[in-house]
C-alpha cells in the first residue's frame, strides 16, 4: 500500500513543467481511484476522464468493468499523455485542454456524456479558468449527468457561490485518508429544479 504513495518521476516532472496544471507531487491512490471509479454508475454510457496524469484512475476505471470504447481519456501535458497512450493503446486519448473540451469530443463525433470523472485541481486554477473549465464539462454532459470530482481541500472543490451561480448541486460522497494528501470525493450535478433565490 505505500508503495502507491510514492511519487512517480514522470508525474514529479509534470509538476514541475505546470505545478498549478497538476496540483500535487502524488498521484492519486489506488483507493482514490477506486472510490471515484465506484461512483461511474453506467458502464456503457460514456465517460470522460479529465487530467488522467499516470493512469491510475483510468485504471480504476478499467477494472470496474467500464467499456472501453465508451471511454475518453483527457490529458492536457503531452508527455503524460503519451505514456497514457502506451500504456493503453486500446482507449480514446486526447491530449488537449478541459477549457476545450467540447472541442475535442467534437473532432471524435462523440455525444454527451454520462460522467466525467475528474483529477482536474480546480481549487488551484484561476476563477475564470475554473468557471472556463467547469462550463466545458457540463455542456459536454446529459442533463442528468454528474462530475466525480476530488480535492485535496477540506472545502469544496468548487465554492458553493460559484456552484449556486452555475446551478449545480455538491455532495461529499467519500473521504479517502490513506491518500497523499487526504483527499475528499465529490459528486455535481445540475439542480433539477429551479433554485428558490428568495
Not at 127 to 142: E, G
Request: charged content about 15%; glycine content about 6%.
Amino acid at each position: 500500500m505505500l508503495s502507491q504513495l510514492k511519487a512517480k518521476p514522470d508525474f514529479i516532472s509534470a509538476w514541475i513543467r505546470n505545478p498549478r496544471q497538476v496540483g500535487a507531487l502524488f498521484p492519486s491512490s489506488g483507493c482514490l481511484a477506486q472510490a471515484m471509479a465506484t461512483q461511474v454508475s453506467s458502464m456503457n454510457g460514456l465517460t470522460i476522464e479529465l487530467g488522467a496524469g499516470t493512469g491510475a484512475v483510468t485504471s480504476a476505471l478499467l477494472s470496474r468493468g467500464l467499456n472501453p470504447k465508451r471511454l475518453v481519456v483527457v490529458e492536457k501535458d503531452q508527455i503524460l499523455a503519451d505514456k497514457l497512450i502506451s500504456q493503453f493503446p486500446s482507449l480514446s486519448i486526447l491530449a488537449g485542454d478541459a477549457t476545450r473540451l467540447q472541442q475535442l469530443l467534437k473532432q471524435k463525433d462523440l455525444g454527451l456524456a454520462d460522467s466525467v470523472v475528474s483529477s482536474l485541481p480546480l481549487l488551484n486554477m484561476r476563477t475564470h479558468t475554473r468557471i472556463r473549465v467547469l462550463t466545458a464539462i457540463f455542456n459536454s454532459l446529459s442533463d442528468d449527468g454528474k462530475l466525480i470530482q476530488y480535492t485535496y481541500s477540506p472545502a469544496p472543490p468548487i465554492p458553493k457561490q460559484l456552484a449556486r451561480s452555475m446551478q449545480l448541486v455538491g455532495f461529499r460522497i467519500d473521504r479517502i485518508l490513506w491518500n497523499l494528501p487526504p483527499a475528499h470525493v465529490w459528486v455535481y450535478q445540475r439542480f433539477r429544479t429551479p433554485l428558490n433565490h428568495t
